[in-house]
């Protein structure tokens, strides 16, 4: 071996035995932990977490119409209607509709999807008339979960781990959280929040991640639950389509 060698050879092995004894964990940030109230909600202010009801309006009928941004490209067009399908056919009930989004013609007041600074959406129908914004950001809100998620905002809902019951299900481990993110992790009162009588949902689509506003890597949520995940955006849990079908009158 020659010294060149020699050196690239010593090199390898002093790096091989640095990352054996000091490992590093990323941790890729969320592209709903924006800045907004609980990370993805707009229209409160994010030391408001006493009135997060104050808003929420149903939409009239379980209609909601929309508007997409001409600066989406088909692809995205295809992700946001994938999302609006999911939610619309898991609450579907003997083959009628219970929610439909429809694409606006004049009706006054209407959600406009935007691709703005990350994935948010108001909660529930506001009661001013006019453009209510949900925003969509690309690529990273492009999974269709994301956007059914966004939308359950849009028709009423909150995370699901502001239940007010959720000590009995969640550890919430606030020195992991960054600083100046903690408010979205606040829980409501029964005054304040109407969970329909439902059960926790660890699987629901509204439930954060077990790292969401993680300041090293290390868990913010644990399910009391061992066996439980947490923070999926694959599908519409049963639970989540059930509350949306109580909610808007559906069964």
């Given at each position: 071996?020659?010294?060149?060698?020699?050196?690239?050879?010593?090199?390898?092995c002093?790096?091989?035995?640095?990352?054996?004894?000091?490992?590093?964990?990323?941790?890729?940030?969320s592209p709903e932990e924006g800045d907004l109230f609980e990370g993805d909600i707009a229209?409160?202010?994010?030391?408001?977490?006493?009135?997060?009801?104050?808003?929420?309006?149903?939409?009239?009928?379980?209609?909601?119409?929309?508007?997409?941004d001409p600066i989406f490209e088909q692809s995205h067009i295809d992700t946001i209607f994938a999302g609006q399908k999911m939610l619309e056919d898991a609450t579907r009930t003997n083959g009628k509709d219970c929610i439909k989004f429809v694409p606006r013609t004049n009706e006054?007041?209407?959600?406009?999807?935007?691709?703005?600074?990350g994935c948010w959406s108001y909660v529930g129908k506001q009661i001013a008339r006019g453009e209510q914004q949900l925003?969509?950001?690309?690529?990273?809100?492009?999974?269709?979960?994301?956007?059914?998620?966004?939308?359950?905002?849009?028709?009423?809902?909150?995370?699901?781990?502001?239940?007010?019951?959720?000590?009995?299900?969640?550890?919430v481990m606030f020195d992991n959280i960054r600083d100046g993110t903690e408010h979205n992790f606040n829980k409501y009162s029964t005054n304040q929040v109407d969970y329909l009588g439902m059960p926790y949902d660890y699987e629901s689509v509204m439930h954060y991640g077990p790292k969401s506003f993680s300041k090293n890597g290390q868990p913010t949520i644990v399910p009391k639950d061992p066996n439980a995940v947490i923070g999926?955006?694959?599908?519409?849990?049963?639970?989540?389509?059930?509350?949306i079908q109580k909610f808007y009158g559906c069964i």
């Open positions: 071996m020659n010294t060149k060698q020699f050196f690239y050879a010593f090199c390898l002093i790096l091989v035995t640095y990352g054996q004894c000091n490992p590093i964990e990323t941790y890729e940030k229209g409160i202010d994010k030391g408001a977490a006493q009135k997060p009801t104050s808003s929420r309006v149903l939409w009239p009928n379980g209609v909601v119409p929309y508007e997409i006054d007041t209407y959600i406009r999807i935007i691709n703005g600074s925003s969509l950001k690309t690529p990273g809100c492009m999974v269709n979960a994301i956007v059914a998620h966004e939308f359950m905002h849009a028709l009423g809902f909150w995370h699901e781990q502001s239940r007010p019951d959720r000590d009995n299900y969640i550890t999926q955006r694959k599908y519409i849990s049963s639970t989540d389509a059930l509350e």
